[in-house]
């Protein structure tokens, strides 16, 4: 870790946008462990870690464990409830599903479970999402730099995880987001929001769809998305250029926050023109991979490529 921190120390340094200085968090949410750093340094936020006890899991907190598929105790069958000779005959029921190929009809969308904010607000995940999200509005350099890439220093950093839930949150607390997925050739974000992936940003990009009829309501109120796209309507080499710039303009006056889901940053052209266009950009990456070299160096390279680099976000598996 302490290497971690020298390194963004001199990536801030190298940073081409000025930064404000973060409010006290305390005050807003005093139960929260939020980490202290200095006023001038980018911060470090971790999602995920260890869970409060079961005793202390409220009812909506046991459901999440059910979602998060952990191991949880069952509760006891109630005892039968047996007829009296003047009451009335009381009858346990139960419910079997009719197999699929017999049910045709569409399922409707329905949000993934590691979406946490949605399902289950009061869980301790959600609370550092909370968290997550002070941090990220406290240190955008202006009320206008809203418009922030989320990209992984490495595959399977929950690149895709992460953002949706920030947005979710962002959205319980006022915002109005929109989420972009750009990561043309690992794209997920549909599928965790229950959606199809076309119409999207390939459409958009190639010049077959206005971005106004691309962008499309979510399951979550006020947050919109603006998926993927079928593969063949655009090239990823589309998202290099002023193309991706002007679409983020137009956007950024329409929402309060921009969510942008970016591929793995691996100094490709186009990786480096989607970073540069946004006001921000937040490396995620796995607790284990903190203190590596090749970390290190990451943080080296974004900023003397161009792009203003905010903060990492370590994530870190929850455990039962």
Known sequence: MGRMREALKRAEAKATLPRLDPPSLATIWPEENLLEEEDNSIPFIE??????????????????????????????????VLPTETGPILWSVA????????DDRPAPATLAPELVAFHHPQHAISSQYRSLVASLLAHAPSARARVFLFTGAVPGAGTTTVLLNSAITMTQ???????????????????????????????????????????????????????????????????????????LRQVRDQFDVVLVDGPR???????VALGCACDA??????????????TEELMQIIPEQGAPLGGCIVTTPATS
Not at 58 to 71: K, T
Not at 188 to 193: G, Q, V, Y
Not at 265 to 271: C, F, I, N, S
């Open 95 to 102: 419910f079997r599903s009719l197999p699929r190929e017999w």
């Open 265 to 271: 940053w691996d100094g490709r052209p186009e990786v």
């Open 281 to 294: 950009v937040y490396l995620c990456l796995p607790e284990k991979e903190q203190d590596t070299t090749a």
């Open 47 to 80: 999602v995920g870690g260890p869970r409060p006890a079961q005793g202390h899991l409220d009812p909506a907190a046991v459901l999440a464990e059910r979602a998060l598929n952990l191991p949880i105790t069952p509760a006891p069958a109630p005892a039968a």
């Open 173 to 247: 607390q006022g915002l109005r987001v929109l989420a972009i997925d750009a990561h043309l050739r690992g794209s997920a974000l549909a599928e965790r929001l229950g959606m199809p992936a076309s119409p999207g940003l390939r459409e958009v990009l190639g010049g077959l769809l206005p971005v106004e009829k691309a962008m499309r309501e979510t399951p979550v109120e006020k947050l919109l998305a603006l998926t993927a796209g079928a593969p063949q309507a655009a090239s990823p080499t589309r998202l290099v250029g002023e193309t991706m710039r002007a679409l």
